[in-house]
Structure formats: structure tokens, C-alpha cells
């Protein structure tokens, strides 16, 4: 018994020490991430993420969208997740974004419920400022989507979108803004080009309290509405709060009112939950 005790001690501390090992480059690792995401943090501007408009801003969390519109004909179609996902920051100066596919619910008749489309975004920041200095920031949008949508609940070819995003803020006041196309890669004649045009409007009342409104306009170059314009007005407010270090609850809600006379959807009403880490 004490010989196979004396052989076994060795091979316990060595297993111990591996552990040890391990367990200390794991957390280096996870320490070494979150360090650099908290130095590209601090180089930009502190405003919240509007509640439609893609921020400039480079973020690191968990966010799910829902969303209700009420379409021309009075009915009511409602969207789990909106595609919105898990966003991360491997580099200074990137964000990359991997977006679950949103459900959709019809509530007619025709309508089959079913998954929308998958997408993905890649951020790269060119300039940023925090409020101590300029307080502004230029980045670039490149996004993507799969068609894997059931039951037309997406479209039939994948696209890309490169988008231009901008800010700036002044005292508590800042602006958000986005300019992208949206290009398919096949059936360019039957899904267009649309041009997305996005501008946020906040005011930081306090520590926790963002309200906003946002003018979120569609140009339709090609396709079936080739040539309308929609746009809508997106009144909302946005909270945020810390909760441990940099794990936080980000929650908003607003409502798209239609002001263009072409409109696919009215007052839709917008719900965000996000956790920062």
C-alpha cells in the first residue's frame, strides 16, 4: 500500500499542477480578451446603441429584437429575434456579429410561420474619439445574409451590404448615422437594390435614460418597388445599467410610424434586451 501511495503522489501533483496550468491560461486568456475590449471601449464615444439604427460604436453582447408590424391590410405579423445575435470584439479595431435567424409569426390564413434568413456583420472602425476629446467615430459595415428562410419567410439569394457609419455628439446630445446597400448576388432584377438610410437623434437625460428618435428611410432601386421611397419616424427610449464589471441589461422599446405614402408595415412597435459582457 505505501509503494503504490509513493507512486501515486507524484502523478496527483503533476495532474494538480496541469490543472492549475490550465485553469490560470484559460483565465489569462479570457482576462487578456477583456482587457482589450475595454481599451477599444474607452476609445470611442459612451452612447447607447439606438433601438433600429446600427451603431458606430464596436459592442460586445447578447441582443434579441422583437418586433410587431401591422401591414396595409390590418394584419398583425410579429418577429422573434430580428436577427440580432451575439457580437464580439477579437480586435481593436473590429466587431464581428454572428445573428440567429428570427422567427416569424403570421397571424393570417396564408401565412406560414417559419425561420428567417441568416445574417452576419463585420465592423472595422477607422476613427474614434471619446466624449473627453471629439467625441465621434467613422466605421464600415460589411454584412451578409444566407437564404435560409422556410416558407418565404426570407429571400431567395444571399447578399452582402456595405454600409458607411458615422457619429458625433455634442454635450448630451448625439447622432447616428447609416448609409448601405443592400446587393444580391443573383435575381438583382427581381429583389432591386435598396438603399437603407438610418439616422438616430438621443439625449443623455442621466446616468441610465436615452430617449430617441430615429428616421429610418428605404430607397428601392430595381425589383418590384423600384423607385418608392419608405420611411418612418421611430420615437423610443433606451435604458442601461451595470450590473458586475462589465456584465450589464440593456433594454428599449419605441414605435415605427409610416410618414411615406408607400409603406409595407405601420406602427411597428420595437422591443430590444441586450447584455453587455
Keep these: 500500500m505505501r509503494t503504490a501511495t509513493s507512486l501515486l503522489s ?3 501533483i503533476v495532474t494538480a ?5 490550465s485553469s490560470a491560461h ?9 482587457d482589450r475590449v475595454n481599451r477599444t471601449q474607452a476609445e470611442q464615444p459612451r452612447w447607447v446603441t439606438p433601438l433600429v439604427t446600427v451603431t458606430p460604436r464596436l459592442e460586445q453582447e447578447f441582443r434579441t429584437d422583437f418586433l410587431r408590424q401591422i401591414t396595409p391590410t390590418h394584419t398583425d405579423t410579429w418577429n422573434y429575434g430580428n ?3 451575439l457580437e464580439l470584439i477579437p480586435a481593436r479595431r473590429i466587431e464581428l456579429i454572428f445573428n440567429v435567424p428570427p422567427y416569424i409569426q ?3 390564413r396564408t401565412g406560414k410561420d417559419g425561420f428567417g434568413d441568416t445574417t452576419f456583420l463585420l465592423k472595422y472602425r477607422f476613427y474614434a474619439s471619446n466624449e473627453e476629446h471629439k467625441s ?24 452582402v451590404t456595405p454600409t458607411l457609419a458615422v457619429g458625433k455628439g455634442v454635450g448630451p446630445f448625439d447622432v447616428q448615422s447609416t448609409l448601405g446597400a443592400t446587393l ?3 435575381n438583382t432584377d427581381k429583389l432591386g437594390r435598396p438603399i437603407a438610410w438610418n439616422t438616430a437623434l438621443q439625449m443623455k437625460t442621466d446616468e441610465h435614460w436615452w430617449p430617441e428618435v430615429e428616421f429610418n428611410t428605404t430607397f428601392y432601386k430595381g425589383g418590384p418597388n423600384d423607385g418608392k421611397i419608405q420611411n ?3 420615437p423610443g427610449i433606451v435604458s442601461r445599467y451595470r450590473l458586475h464589471k462589465r456584465i450589464g441589461v440593456t433594454l428599449g422599446a419605441g414605435i415605427q410610424i409610416a410618414t411615406s405614402e408607400f409603406h409595407t408595415f405601420n406602427h411597428g412597435l420595437v422591443f430590444t434586451a441586450r447584455m453587455p459582457f
Aim: avoid cysteine; charged fraction near 10%; glycine fraction near 14%.
Design 10 to 12: 507524484p502523478v496527483l
Design 17 to 21: 499542477l496541469a490543472a492549475g496550468l
Design 26 to 34: 484559460a483565465q489569462s486568456f479570457v482576462d487578456r480578451w477583456q
Design 83 to 85: 436577427g440580432k445575435g
Design 106 to 108: 403570421h397571424n393570417t
Design 136 to 159: 465621434a467615430i467613422i466605421t464600415a459595415f460589411l454584412g451578409g445574409s444566407i437564404p435560409t428562410g422556410s416558407y418565404s419567410n426570407g429571400v431567395t439569394d444571399a447578399s
Design 184 to 186: 444580391p448576388v443573383a
Design 232 to 234: 418612418f419616424v421611430s
